[in-house]
């Protein structure tokens, strides 16, 4: 059963490059950790679904401040967006959430480590 999870992550990178966006490429990772790990450790196909699942959105929480703030510097700069610039009021509600979601990603992390 591993294999197929190289197969729906190969499907997922596949996809990742016709669909315009982020979405796939974190899924598609998360199905080839999660055919590594049934290589390793021989576990149930509910298991499997269930680390796909649960590793899907902890990889898309860690990489979402790297995506925010990527794309917050790329919505500030004048030669790209010209007149649709964010403007001051935009920027520090868009800087103050991000800064909210990159708290509650390490917070998140904190909790991850073992003892915590």
Same mark, same amino acid.
């Given at each position: 059963m591993p294999g197929n999870?190289?197969?729906?992550? #190969?499907?997922?990178? #596949?996809?990742?490059?016709?669909?315009?966006?982020?979405?796939?490429?974190?899924?598609?990772?998360?199905?080839a950790i999660v055919g590594i790990l049934g290589l390793v450790i021989d576990f149930a196909w509910e298991w499997q679904l269930i680390?796909?699942?649960?590793?899907?959105? #902890?990889?898309?929480?860690?990489?979402?401040?790297?995506?925010?703030?990527?794309?917050?510097?790329?919505?500030?700069?004048?030669?790209?967006?010209?007149?649709?610039?964010n403007s001051r009021l935009w920027n520090v509600i868009a800087w103050a959430t991000s800064l909210i979601v990159i708290g509650m990603t390490l917070v998140m992390l904190w909790g991850m480590m073992p003892g915590h």
């Open positions: 999870w190289f197969i729906v992550a #190969v499907a997922l990178f #596949v996809l990742e490059t016709i669909v315009p966006g982020v979405h796939f490429i974190w899924f598609g990772l998360a199905a680390n796909f699942a649960i590793l899907s959105q #902890v990889l898309n929480g860690v990489l979402l401040p790297v995506v925010i703030i990527l794309m917050l510097l790329l919505i500030n700069r004048t030669d790209l967006m010209g007149k649709y610039k």
